[in-house]
Structure formats: C-alpha cells, structure tokens
C-alpha cells in the first residue's frame, strides 16, 4: 500500500523553527518528486513546495521562499521541511503529497494525514 | 502574484447538475497549466479526482468529468449524490510552481 505518514508538528513560537518529517512507503520513493502542502485552520489549501526526484530542482511559494527548506533522503525514504522565522500565518496542518506523472500530466496523489503546526506565544 | 479563483460556494440538488470552475489571473487556463480537481471533505486529506483538465483516476466515479470551458478549467458533476458535498479545490502547474484555488463548498440540497 501507497503510504505517506507526517510527524514533527507541535506548538512553536514565533521566530522559531521546526521540522517536519514525511515517511514513505510501498512505491519506490527516489523515483518521485515530493510535495508540502499546508492548510490553515478553516482556510483552503496552500502549495509549499516541491522537489524532484534527485533533488535537482527545487521550489517555493513566495510566501515561505527564504524561511523554508524542502529536502529529502532517497536511502530512508523521507522528506522533509525546515521551518525557521515561524509566524503565526504559518500555523496550519502540512500534507506531504506525490508528484505523480501519468502519460497525461501530473498529479498529487496520494497525500498524508497532515500534521498540525501551531505557531503561537 | 498569482491567483487561481474558483466559486466560493455553490448548492445543488440530489440528483443535478453543476459546473465548478478555475480561472488563473494571468490569463486564459489551458491544458499546460495541467489543470487538478481535488475533493476534500471534513477532517480528513485531499483526494484527486481529475488530472490534466479532464483524465480520472481509477477511483473517480464516473460523474465527476473535467474540461476547459470559456478560459477557465471546469469540474462538472452529472447526477450528484449526497456523498459529493465537499470542498473541491483545483490545483494549476506554472512550471515549477502550483497554485491552488480558493476552493469551492459544494452543498448538496
């Protein structure tokens, strides 16, 4: 089975920082490019940012670009996300999602339980 | 900055028809913005639906169907059933970047 599990979340204040983890299973992972996608409580869905399979190419949304850092180890089958100069707008749950590229284009699936990150004093 | 508009909210009857829709705001959406439909219901994570404007996944009912229309992405569901409230969320490929839209909550009444 296709799993993708995030853990690392928790109540941070701000100015500091977390990691989020993303442990994959049952695909070979070093073949995909990976996903983070957040949502703020109540709010729709916000790209994060990607890697590609050999971390060769890499990007961010404007609004972490800077603060963020998405990075990955093919050997443990594991993503990640470095969140440094936390603001409260940061708080919501993180997904980390597949890059699935069919014939026809690509696609997100499948995607974690999401992990709640809570940026508060 | 780029924004991807979608309806905030719509409501159909068992059993109808309705149309959701994309827009990006750097022009028309074609089919190299890759367009996503993804459902998302409460409490739990998105699901795919529809990938490059219009192709299902193996799990995707058969209601459910993508397409350009007027400049804009489209998701159309035919025969809505109580089960398809939800928020759905399209998702555009600018290169390396996604954008996603605002969502739309569909109520099914």
């Known amino acids: 089975e296709v799993q993708l599990v995030e853990s690392g979340g928790g109540l941070v204040k701000p100015g500091g920082s977390l990691r989020l983890s993303c442990a994959a299973s049952g695909f070979t992972f070093s073949s995909y490019s990976m996903n983070w996608v957040r949502q703020a409580p109540g709010k729709g869905l916000e790209w994060v940012s990607s890697?590609?399979?050999?971390?060769?190419?890499?990007y961010y949304a404007d609004s972490v670009k800077g603060r963020f850092t998405i990075s990955r180890d093919n050997a443990k089958n594991s993503l990640y996300l470095q969140m440094n100069s936390l603001r409260a707008e940061d708080t919501a749950v993180y997904y980390c999602?597949?890059?699935?590229?069919?014939?026809?284009?690509?696609?997100?699936?499948?995607w974690g339980q999401g992990t709640l990150v809570t940026v508060s004093s | 900055q780029t924004v991807v508009t979608q309806e905030p909210s719509l409501t159909v009857s068992p059993g109808g028809t309705v149309t959701l829709t994309c827009a990006s705001s750097t022009g028309a959406v074609t089919s190299g913005y890759y367009p996503n439909w993804f459902q998302q219901k409460p409490g739990q994570a998105p699901r795919a639906l529809i990938y490059?404007?219009?192709n299902k996944h193996s799990w995707t009912p058969a209601r459910f169907s993508g397409s350009l229309l007027g400049g804009k992405a489209a998701l159309t569901l035919s025969g809505v059933q109580p089960e398809d409230e939800a928020e759905y969320y399209c998702?555009?490929?600018?290169?390396?970047?996604?954008?996603f839209g605002g969502g739309t909550k569909l109520t099914v009444l």
């Open positions: 890697i590609s399979s050999s971390s060769s190419y890499i």
């Open positions: 490059s404007t219009s």
């Open positions: 998702l555009l490929y600018y290169g390396g970047a996604r954008v």
């Open positions: 999602a597949r890059d699935v590229i069919a014939a026809a284009g690509p696609s997100f699936d499948p």
